[in-house]
């Protein structure tokens, strides 16, 4: 079933940040609770792991109200990105299908800026995200694999 989340990025904080609401919602962590960077598997000619960032949270989700999930990541600053209020939340979309991700990816993406291309990621989603023509950031993971 298609669901749409909220995604945080934080500087070098999230697990802070999760454990504080983990405690006022009293839920649990999804799945395995916090992915770390040193979680990765490596990828050959990939980029290698900056020291000192393989412990910091790459991949958190939490429930909170009503079926939503709140997830997050630290978006450390040695892997290009910088975090700046208004930059760090994105909406989540999760369709059911790969036609229905492109299609939406397609639409939201017109006018604005691609961040990362549709393609298929190690956890086995086909992920992509985009800026719209609005400033609003977009991530997409389809469950569906290619056929």
Not at 106 to 134: H, I, P, R
């Amino acid at each position: 079933m298609a669901t749409v989340s909220t995604y945080l990025n934080f500087s070098n904080n999230t697990e802070e940040a999760f454990n504080f609401y983990k405690s006022v919602f009293g839920t649990e962590f999804f799945g395995a609770g916090i992915m770390r960077f040193k979680d990765i598997p490596p990828v050959e000619g990939g980029p290698c792991q900056p020291e000192g960032d393989e412990n910091l949270v790459m991949h958190v989700s939490l429930p909170i109200l009503g079926g939503h999930i709140l997830m997050g990541t630290d978006a450390p600053e040695s892997m290009g990105f910088k975090v700046n209020m208004g930059n760090n939340v994105y909406i989540n979309l999760q369709p059911d299908t790969r036609d229905e991700t492109r299609r939406l990816f397609k639409a939201l993406s017109e006018g604005g800026t691609v961040e990362m291309e549709l393609q298929d990621m190690f956890w086995g989603d086909y992920y992509g995200s985009c800026k719209d023509k609005f400033g609003v950031q977009w991530m997409f993971n389809c469950a569906e694999k290619a056929q």
